[in-house]
């Protein structure tokens, strides 16, 4: 079953094609990779579905429906969520207020009632903690609960960023490279919980990644950008041995 | 040190974290309502003048040091505040099917005024809502102008520079706004706008605003609508403003547009930076600051050498110079401060000055749009 679709998806700044005419499919279940070099327009695409950027051509539908003209903070109720490139937590807030901001878009209580703290507000807070908890003991950041972001090193925040995204309880997460700025192991610690978000929590994984190991581990479909236009789509072992994949990254042999 | 062993998740929500709450909170609300019956008539109504102050302090801290949106028109939100409070309890106002005008009682003129200050900060906030930073700071300064203008030309309303009485207000015989009675009006006031506010702020509008303070970008994919996050804490800020605005009318009794004018937002930005941006505490502080400093700087010039005493401008001098070295030294302030002090003796003897080293800023991601 197909979960999102990109119909000849396109955006220009100026003169720059950014990303232009890309077609692809993600199954539900699966964890589909977008690889490139650097500029192709793979954090873009995240953009586009995320509604950052308005696309200039094309449609995306998700789960039956037509997202391209969704307003930006509607996206994340519909159960698409997202993580960045460089981290963007809240700072000066603590691990658990992060988290519990990745359940916003399931909160349903109104100010007025919100600044009398009904009953209401308080079993609605409760119920937020708890499913707050579940991600943390599968991310095993019990340690990290009350730290502000801004005393964590980056490995843990990166964890954070993904229990965020987590917490609003998405059918499709966004990974912008999971693993940069990691080492080996937190590395490995991270291919596991993506294997884990998509086999336990049956989310489906939509990543941009450098690191190859990471991407052959966990990978189903692989799609290759250069210059915002598609080059390969396949397997990790189809791409990767692609003649044209090894021109983009490699050059062309003398 | 104290260990907390949490057992439920109430314990996280609730107000008072250990019990160490109920002795210091409970402490300082025993002497705030026993002062009255101790102190002379000046010290009453310096205090009220500071809760009035802290009320605004609140409002500004919620908008500016939980939103992240910096006003440089708050004195805006306070004389319309004031000047509502004045003319619905004063005069009276002439409504349809009634043959005498309409004097309110302060049930209804209070909140009326603080909604209408509201009002007007849904008016400012729509339209700048696409502003961040300096280019917000300058839109609200010039609407401060605005209304400042408003205020001394409107004359058939506020009197212009004439300026317009405040009637005292009576609960049968007891004249409230004045002394012990008015004194616990402010602090009632107050403690009810803390309440709510520290509400509002263990809530998901609340973690939404401090979440656009933070990263909006990321605020936004979180399902956090930005337009209407922001437009609600300019009105909750707005209208908590006018709240004070109005109690500030009946502790002068007599308006004019001279008390509402760019000076009175400085100040109100002064207050929230050098008591501690982002913290309730710091808003009290900073306005125990605000009311203060003028006072502590005319002492101090009893032991200056004239020369230095008399230059002129030399208190505006001495503000600022006490502005730049709290955001250089102190960035969070007096309550920065504090939380330092307070550390130094729970952790005593093995206080870590790294404790608070300001921790390496990772790099943001590349401005969006």
């Given at each position: 079953?197909?979960?999102?679709?990109?119909?000849?998806?396109?955006?220009?700044?100026?003169?720059?094609?950014?990303?232009?005419?890309?077609?692809?499919?993600?199954?539900?279940?699966?964890?589909?990779?977008?690889?490139?070099?650097?500029?192709?327009?793979?954090?873009?695409?995240?953009?586009?579905?995320?509604?950052?950027?308005?696309?200039?051509?094309?449609?995306?539908?998700?789960?039956?429906?037509?997202?391209?003209?969704?307003?930006?903070?509607?996206?994340?109720?519909?159960?698409?969520?997202?993580?960045?490139?460089?981290?963007?937590?809240?700072?000066?807030?603590?691990?658990?207020?992060?988290?519990?901001?990745?359940?916003?878009?399931?909160?349903?209580?109104?100010?007025?009632?919100?600044?009398?703290?009904?009953?209401?507000?308080?079993?609605?807070?409760?119920?937020?903690?708890?499913?707050?908890?579940?991600?943390?003991?599968?991310?095993?950041?019990?340690?990290?609960?009350?730290?502000?972001?801004?005393?964590?090193?980056?490995?843990?925040?990166?964890?954070?960023?993904?229990?965020?995204a987590l917490c609003t309880e998405p059918k499709l997460i966004l990974l912008d490279e999971p693993s940069s700025g990691l080492n080996v192991e937190e590395t490995q610690?991270?291919?596991?919980?993506?294997?884990?978000?998509?086999?336990?929590?049956?989310?489906?994984?939509?990543?941009?990644?450098?690191?190859?190991?990471?991407?052959?581990?966990?990978?189903?479909?692989?799609?290759?950008?250069?210059?915002?236009?598609?080059?390969?789509?396949?397997?990790?072992?189809?791409?990767?041995?692609?003649?044209?994949?090894?021109?983009?990254?490699?050059?062309?042999?003398? | 040190?104290?260990?907390?062993?949490?057992?439920?998740?109430?314990?996280?929500?609730?107000?008072?974290?250990?019990?160490?709450?109920?002795?210091?909170?409970?402490?300082?609300?025993?002497?705030?309502?026993?002062?009255?019956?101790?102190?002379?008539?000046?010290?009453?109504?310096?205090?009220?003048?500071?809760?009035?102050?802290?009320?605004?302090?609140?409002?500004?801290?919620?908008?500016?040091?939980?939103?992240?949106?910096?006003?440089?028109?708050?004195?805006?939100?306070?004389?319309?505040?004031?000047?509502?409070?004045?003319?619905?309890?004063?005069?009276?106002?002439?409504?349809?099917?009634?043959?005498?005008?309409?004097?309110?009682?302060?049930?209804?003129?209070?909140?009326?005024?603080?909604?209408?200050?509201?009002?007007?900060?849904?008016?400012?906030?729509?339209?700048?809502?696409?502003?961040?930073?300096?280019?917000?700071?300058?839109?609200?300064?010039?609407?401060?102008?605005?209304?400042?203008?408003?205020?001394?030309?409107?004359?058939?309303?506020?009197?212009?520079?004439?300026?317009?009485?405040?009637?005292?207000?009576?609960?049968?015989?007891?004249?409230?706004?004045?002394?012990?009675?008015?004194?616990?009006?402010?602090?009632?006031?107050?403690?009810?706008?803390?309440?709510?506010?520290?509400?509002?702020?263990?809530?998901?509008?609340?973690?939404?605003?401090?979440?656009?303070?933070?990263?909006?970008?990321?605020?936004?994919?979180?399902?956090?609508?930005?337009?209407?996050?922001?437009?609600?804490?300019?009105?909750?800020?707005?209208?908590?403003?006018?709240?004070?605005?109005?109690?500030?009318?009946?502790?002068?009794?007599?308006?004019?547009?001279?008390?509402?004018?760019?000076?009175?937002?400085?100040?109100?930005?002064?207050?929230?930076?050098?008591?501690?941006?982002?913290?309730?505490?710091?808003?009290?502080?900073?306005?125990?600051?605000?009311?203060?400093?003028?006072?502590?700087?005319?002492?101090?010039?009893?032991?200056?050498?004239?020369?230095?005493?008399?230059?002129?401008?030399?208190?505006?001098?001495?503000?600022?110079?006490?502005?730049?070295?709290?955001?250089?030294?102190?960035?969070?302030?007096?309550?920065?401060?504090?939380?330092?002090?307070?550390?130094?003796?729970?952790?005593?003897?093995?206080?870590?000055?790294?404790?608070?080293?300001?921790?390496?800023?990772?790099?943001?991601?590349?401005?969006?749009?």
């Amino acid at each position: 079953m197909t979960l999102f679709k990109a119909e000849n998806l396109a955006i220009n700044f100026g003169g720059v094609k950014a990303v232009d005419g890309v077609n692809f499919e993600i199954k539900q279940g699966e964890c589909f990779t977008i690889i490139g070099p650097n500029g192709a327009g793979k954090t873009t695409i995240f953009n586009l579905i995320s509604r950052i950027y308005d696309s200039t051509e094309g449609t995306m539908t998700f789960d039956g429906q037509d997202i391209t003209k969704v307003p930006p903070h509607a996206i994340a109720s519909l159960g698409i969520a997202r993580t960045f490139q460089n981290i963007e937590l809240f700072e000066h807030a603590s691990v658990l207020q992060n988290l519990l901001v990745g359940r916003h878009c399931h909160s349903r209580t109104g100010m007025f009632s919100e600044l009398l703290f009904l009953p209401s507000v308080r079993q609605a807070e409760v119920a937020h903690r708890e499913k707050v908890e579940d991600i943390i003991d599968f991310l095993d950041l019990q340690h990290y609960r009350d730290s502000m972001i801004m005393n964590l090193p980056y490995g843990v925040r990166k964890v954070v960023e993904l229990g965020r995204a987590l917490c609003t309880e998405p059918k499709l997460i966004l990974l912008d490279e999971p693993s940069s700025g990691l080492n080996v192991e937190e590395t490995q610690d991270m291919s596991f919980w993506i294997d884990d978000i998509k086999k336990d929590l049956g989310i489906t994984v939509l990543m941009v990644e450098h690191d190859m190991g990471l991407v052959s581990e966990v990978s189903d479909e692989v799609l290759v950008l250069n210059y915002g236009r598609m080059l390969a789509h396949g397997s990790p072992q189809e791409v990767q041995n692609d003649p044209e994949v090894i021109k983009a990254y490699l050059g062309e042999q003398e | 040190m104290r260990f907390l062993f949490k057992t439920d998740y109430n314990q996280d929500i609730r107000i008072a974290k250990h019990s160490g709450y109920y002795w210091s909170y409970g402490l300082l609300l025993l002497i705030v309502f026993a002062a009255p019956f101790f102190l002379e008539g000046y010290y009453i109504g310096q205090l009220t003048q500071l809760y009035i102050v802290a009320i605004a302090g609140v409002g500004l801290m919620l908008l500016a040091g939980y939103t992240g949106l910096v006003s440089l028109g708050h004195a805006a939100f306070f004389g319309i505040g004031a000047y509502t409070e004045a003319v619905l309890t004063g005069n009276g106002i002439p409504l349809p099917f009634v043959e005498e005008p309409v004097v309110f009682s302060f049930f209804i003129s209070m909140p009326v005024a603080a909604i209408f200050a509201a009002l007007a900060g849904v008016a400012i906030g729509i339209p700048v809502l696409r502003l961040t930073g300096i280019y917000l700071a300058i839109a609200t300064f010039a609407f401060a102008l605005v209304i400042e203008e408003i205020l001394s030309r409107w004359e058939s309303v506020t009197n212009g520079y004439s300026g317009l009485l405040v009637e005292s207000l009576y609960v049968g015989d007891m004249e409230l706004t004045d002394g012990p009675p008015f004194y616990f009006l402010c602090l009632g006031m107050l403690l009810l706008v803390l309440l709510f506010s520290i509400n509002l702020l263990r809530s998901p509008t609340g973690r939404a605003m401090m979440a656009i303070r933070d990263s909006e970008i990321s605020a936004q994919s979180m399902g956090v609508n930005l337009a209407q996050v922001k437009t609600k804490a300019f009105a909750l800020s707005a209208g908590i403003t006018g709240l004070a605005g109005a109690l500030f009318a009946h502790k002068l009794g007599f308006l004019s547009p001279e008390s509402f004018t760019i000076f009175q937002s400085l100040e109100l930005l002064v207050l929230v930076v050098v008591g501690g941006i982002g913290s309730l505490h710091g808003a009290i502080f900073g306005a125990i600051f605000v009311l203060a400093l003028p006072q502590g700087l005319a002492i101090m010039k009893d032991y200056l050498p004239v020369t230095i005493a008399e230059t002129p401008g030399i208190e505006p001098f001495i503000f600022g110079l006490i502005l730049v070295l709290v955001i250089i030294f102190e960035p969070y302030g007096i309550y920065g401060r504090w939380l330092k002090i307070k550390l130094y003796f729970q952790m005593f003897p093995v206080y870590k000055k790294a404790t608070f080293k300001r921790q390496k800023a990772y790099m943001k991601s590349e401005r969006l749009k």
